[in-house]
């Protein structure tokens, strides 16, 4: 696919979450792109029944774009926190269950880490995994993904950012994601790597101003 959007297109970006909504609205506000969500187009939010983010990240993209008639803009994105084997990874937004409480997620991940006696740093290593998928109406796609490496703290600090944001502590910093200034978060976070992938192969750089 050799899809390249310029200033003045729309894109779907297939999700009903506020938080990751701000983020690729923010993201995409230099390039003049027009963002709407599935959310506010009505298109509801498919079971997510793929094993990896790429499965999942591809089935959300597909079906917006397909539900849209335009290009949709999937992300499948999670905390993997190496003593937990991996986990909670493609499973992140589920284990904060319905509705929606990463409070109770974040409570279950410190739970865990202190059942297997990780206490310091180093053994409380994890990433945030960001995989984005462009995909037309014609199913055709394209993957782009980006990480950040850290370790988690406890308990949660800041009450900017979402998810297990307050948690995560990016390496070279001592501020978690909940604490840092929105800016700050976007030019160092995993979507914020994806997205730069995904910038480089298909936004037309004419459309960014100097």
């Known amino acids: 696919?050799?899809?390249?959007?310029?200033?003045?297109?729309?894109?779907?970006?297939?999700?009903?979450?506020?938080?990751?909504l701000r983020e690729f609205r923010d993201l995409?506000?230099?390039?003049?792109?027009?963002?709407?969500?599935?959310?506010?187009?009505?298109?509801?939010?498919?079971?997510?029944?793929?094993?990896?983010?790429?499965?999942?990240?591809?089935?959300?993209?597909?079906?917006?774009?397909?539900?849209?008639?335009?290009?949709?803009?999937?992300?499948?994105s999670g905390l993997?926190?190496?003593?937990?084997?991996?986990?909670?990874?493609?499973?992140?937004?589920?284990w904060?269950?319905?509705p929606r409480d990463f409070t109770r997620a974040m409570a279950r991940v410190e739970e865990e880490l202190?059942?297997?006696?990780?206490?310091?740093?180093d053994a409380r290593r994890?990433?945030?995994?960001?995989?984005?998928?462009?995909?037309n109406a014609m199913g055709q796609v394209q993957f782009f993904e980006g990480t950040v490496e850290g370790h988690l703290v406890w308990p949660p600090r800041g009450g900017r950012g979402f998810?297990?944001?307050?948690?995560?502590?990016?390496?070279?910093?001592t501020q978690t994601f909940g604490e840092m200034d929105p800016a700050q978060k976007h030019a160092i976070s995993h979507r914020?790597?994806?997205?730069?992938?995904?910038k480089a192969a298909i936004l037309d750089p004419s459309g960014e101003p100097a």
């Open 1 to 20: 696919m050799t899809l390249r959007l310029k200033r003045g297109d729309s894109l779907v970006v297939a999700t009903h979450n506020q938080g990751k």
């Open 96 to 98: 904060a269950g319905e």
């Open 163 to 173: 998810g297990y944001d307050p948690i995560f502590v990016p390496d070279g910093y």
């Open 80 to 94: 993997a926190v190496e003593a937990l084997g991996g986990a909670p990874g493609i499973q992140s937004a589920r």
């Open 114 to 121: 202190q059942a297997k006696g990780a206490t310091t740093p």
């Open 28 to 76: 995409l506000a230099p390039f003049g792109i027009e963002v709407l969500s599935s959310g506010e187009l009505g298109v509801p939010e498919p079971e997510e029944t793929g094993e990896t983010f790429e499965e999942n990240a591809q089935l959300k993209a597909v079906i917006t774009a397909f539900a849209a008639g335009r290009p949709a803009l999937a992300d499948d």
């Open 192 to 198: 914020a790597n994806a997205f730069a992938a995904f």
């Open 126 to 135: 994890a990433k945030f995994v960001c995989v984005l998928c462009l995909a």
